[in-house]
């Protein structure tokens, strides 16, 4: 088990609250800088086809001015692979888009799309990018992504914060079930969406979840006690779950 849990923080609502007034303020590559030295590895961005928060400009200053991996997420589009392939990001996570949607809902159906998505996968890999997919924690999609010949994949953790009791208890084996199947093809496991506080201790636990992408939650959490301690906190969450969880996975969920 990789022993050092990845924290991905992104900084996407940083771009929100900037475009609410335009102009520069607050500036998404500031805080980018701030969450690493707050004890981020890495940043992940999402540049959505409508351009809510995270814009052109900030992937070109991202790109610039950040020492720390860069994991932009985008829609599996020519105009996205042109883009990824011009600013060279570390990673890319392909994420399913609705312009009606107000954030990324589920998974990208990788199962539904092997055809389409195999082109976009090919290619940033072979540019030397490393793809991940983000997908519901089923055996199908893993077994998709896999065929697709991605490098990681990216659990969808909405189901497992929204729920309570029994069910999130059921989700979280449904995630860990599917990381041991990722392990299998010798893909990363990696998760996120709604991850807060209450929420991240049983996913950093789980042993072969490497990185977790965290954004809506610690930006909010920034307003109070600012950007800094707020990923601090989290990061020692995440630490401590990783130091006393088991070594070695539970069995499958069958
Ligand atoms: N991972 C992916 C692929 C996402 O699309 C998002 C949301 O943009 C996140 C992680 C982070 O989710 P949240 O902002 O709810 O923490």
Redesign the pocket.
């Known amino acids: 088990m990789a022993r050092h849990l990845r924290l991905g923080v992104?900084i996407?609502h940083v771009a929100t609250i900037r475009n609410a007034r335009g102009g520069r303020h607050p500036d998404p590559v500031r805080a980018a800088k701030a969450a690493v030295e707050a004890g981020a590895d890495g940043i992940?961005a999402?540049l959505r086809e409508d351009r809510r928060h995270i814009s052109d400009e900030d992937i070109v200053q991202l790109r610039r001015i950040l020492d720390a991996p860069l994991n932009l997420?985008m829609a599996a589009t020519d105009d996205m692979l042109e883009i990824a392939l011009r600013h060279m990001p570390h990673a890319v996570?392909l994420?399913p888009e609705r312009r009606e949607e107000r954030?990324?809902e589920g998974g990208i159906d990788a199962a539904a799309g092997v055809e389409y998505l195999a082109r976009f996968v090919t290619e940033m890999s072979l540019a030397g990018i490393r793809v991940s997919l983000?997908i519901e924690p089923s055996l199908e999609q893993v077994e998709a992504a896999a065929m697709l010949g991605a490098g990681a994949v990216?659990f969808h953790t909405g189901r497992y914060c929204n729920s309570t009791g029994a069910e999130r208890e059921r989700e979280l084996r449904r995630i860990e079930t599917a990381s041991l199947r990722a392990h299998d093809f010798r893909m990363e496991s990696h998760a996120?969406?709604?991850?807060t506080y209450d929420t991240v201790e049983a996913i950093s636990a789980l042993p072969l979840i490497v990185e977790l992408?965290?954004?809506?939650?610690l930006i909010g959490e920034a307003i109070f006690r600012g950007l800094e301690p707020a990923i601090r906190q989290m990061r020692d969450l995440m630490d401590d779950a990783r130091a006393t969880a088991p070594r070695t996975p539970r069995g499958p969920l069958l």
């Open positions: 992104n996407d992940t999402h997420e996570c994420v954030t990324t983000f990216e996120g969406h709604g991850l992408n965290i954004g809506h939650f």
